[in-house]
């Protein structure tokens, strides 16, 4: 089952973050939400075009332990080079932007005959 959503919710009210893992089966055109019940994941089916108030997130994080945890996860990832999606935008971006600088400095090398 490929089609995976992670969804992060902040909860206020709760002080909270939720990460919410839901997935579909486009073969049965079925909707799972997905929890950790005892170090077992289990998968519900729910309707996807209405909330179920019973449904319960991946995992409930307190406030003070949802930034150490996001880190821990991106220094994690880091390590075996998966970046989030627009990080490989964002590099193309500075590496045409420091082509381009080394392109006007020759430009200007050349004029001023440095």
């Excluded at 309707?47 to 991106?74: C, G, Q, T, W, Y």
């Excluded at 971006?93 to 440095?114: F, P, R, S, W």
Aim: charged share 25%.
């Amino acid at each position: 089952m490929n089609n995976i959503k992670v969804f992060i919710q902040p909860s206020f009210v709760n002080n909270s973050v939720d990460i919410w893992v839901q997935s579909y089966d486009p073969n049965s055109f079925k909707c799972f939400n997905h929890t950790v019940e005892k170090g077992e994941v289990i998968m519900t089916e729910f309707n996807d075009s209405e909330r179920n108030p019973d449904m319960k997130p991946f995992i409930h994080l307190p406030r003070n332990m949802s930034e150490p945890f996001f880190l821990a996860v991106a220094e994690y990832m880091g390590e075996r080079n998966i970046k989030p999606r627009d990080q490989n935008l964002i590099e193309g971006e500075l590496k045409a932007t420091k082509l381009h600088l080394e392109d006007m400095q020759k430009i200007v090398n050349k004029t001023l005959k440095l």
